[in-house]
């Protein structure tokens, strides 16, 4: 072997050594992580009785109960999202409370930047709590950051990306919250940032759903924000300002369920899987992100063995924006579709949602993706809504969105190329993390 030919060898020797020493590291930073976080609960749940039945609500809740009297607008892709989001910052008179995960430098994030600067300017007291991974440094202008602060805007980070505190960033705030003066509240699955223009109208517009929350519910809202605010800050949020009265405007019963691993169970998780193990007729879940369990997947299974329509709607291998976790959801696609569980592939563009509905009555929209990361190692909130109206208009937008899908079958799934089969066989161990 020439002199060359030996340094290539050597260089491919240390390429390889630097490629196992890095995963094997990146494997023991998990390990480690994952064990210095809090036990998880597994919901394995009889069907014991039904969505309608009233005794589901308060063992479904995990703390927070319905409030009635609510005013609820379902708002869909950013063509009515951000107008609608931007108003309600527009006419803030004390405080605006901004929680985001995505929150990036382009025509999106300098709208909202620009509206909460302006408020700030005029003497309303503006917080900004955005996610340190979600919103980094190289997607997020210093100057963008500047901006607000100058204008008189609170923003801070949840929890540094410091390699060495495993845990901290292992967990993430995945919330999506704007309270305005305490009466008016969004939250949802949409990330301020241009892929979010448009009204799904192109790939570059994403598809997506956002509540607006107007009534006693908003306060659930307003919680959700002061956790992860006081936390990061040590602030505390209390007075009219923040907690005015809230009138009954409306007949809409809503409960705000937020989620955090610090938490004695799950809060989405658990009334996921209670909800999923009480339906008689119907489970309709769209998710960009699905990654059951195996618990999960079996409450769906059984479901459809006792005449439940269960369908599940997702982005499409071409459109995801995150391919590792498709990949990672993909693998336990064959037992679901033999079980009986129906998967439908959002063709037009990236589909993000988060939603779920349950015998034509109960709903949720929210932040929490269907995985375990969302249900355990994440901040999250989610709207659990008892409301026929509602389900009804949730029903509709679903049946809309599954014709512009293409069915995915149990001989797709085993069809799936040998690319994809190694890739899930890869992703496999990191499976709770992605």
């Not at 072997?1 to 060898?9: E, N, Y």
């Not at 094997?24 to 309608?52: D, M, R, W």
């Not at 799904?200 to 919680?223: I, K, N, Y």
């Amino acid at each position: 072997m020439t002199i060359a030919g030996l340094r290539r060898s050597k260089s491919l020797c240390l390429f390889g050594v630097v490629l196992i020493s890095f995963a094997a590291g990146f494997v023991f930073a998990i390990a480690v992580a994952k064990s210095s976080a809090p036990k998880q609960t597994i919901y394995e749940l009889p069907h014991g009785f039904t969505v309608s039945a009233p005794t589901f609500l308060p063992s479904a809740l995990p703390g927070p109960t319905m409030t009635s009297g609510n005013r609820l607008e379902l708002l869909e892709n950013g063509d009515a999202i951000f107008p609608a989001m931007l108003a309600a910052i527009s006419s803030a008179r004390e405080t605006v409370n901004f929680e985001a995960y995505i929150f990036w430098s382009g025509e999106v994030g300098t709208r909202f930047r620009d509206a909460l600067a302006d408020r700030a300017a005029h003497g309303v007291a503006v917080r900004v709590l955005l996610d340190a991974v979600g919103s980094p440094r190289g997607s997020l202008k210093a100057s963008d950051v500047d901006t607000l602060r100058r204008a008189g805007c609170r923003v801070e980070f949840f929890h540094s990306t410091k390699p060495w505190m495993l845990w901290v960033v292992n967990h993430r705030n995945h919330r999506r919250v704007l309270v305005v003066d305490g009466t008016v509240g969004f939250t949802g699955g949409v990330g301020f940032a241009d892929q979010w223009r448009g009204d799904a109208d192109s790939r570059e517009h994403w598809r997506d759903t956002q509540v607006c929350v107007e009534g006693p519910a908003v306060r659930g809202l307003q919680r959700a924000f002061q956790e992860n605010w006081s936390e990061a800050t040590g602030e505390p949020l209390v007075g009219a300002e923040f907690f005015p009265a809230l009138p009954q405007i409306a007949s809409t019963s809503v409960a705000v369920v937020p989620s955090s691993p610090l938490a004695a169970m799950s809060g989405a998780g658990r009334v996921y899987a209670i909800s999923l193990a009480a339906a008689v007729k119907e489970i309709w879940i769209a998710n960009s992100y699905f990654l059951p369990d195996e618990t999960t997947a079996g409450l769906l299974i059984a479901a459809v063995k006792r005449g439940v329509d269960v369908r599940v709607m997702i982005p499409s291998d071409e459109q995801d924006d995150v391919p590792a976790t498709k990949a990672a959801g993909r693998s336990s696609f064959g037992p679901l579709l033999e079980g009986g569980v129906k998967f439908f592939e959002y063709q037009p563009t990236m589909f993000h949602l988060k939603t779920m509905v349950v015998d034509g009555i109960f709903s949720t929209v929210g932040s929490a993706n269907f995985d375990d990361r969302s249900f355990h190692l994440n901040e999250e909130v989610n709207l659990f809504v008892y409301d026929a109206a509602f389900a009804g208009l949730m029903k509709e937008r679903y049946l809309r969105d599954e014709s512009r899908c293409r069915p995915y079958t149990t001989a797709t799934w085993k069809a799936r190329s040998l690319r994809k089969r190694v890739t899930e066989w890869l992703v496999g161990p990191f499976r709770s993390e992605l």
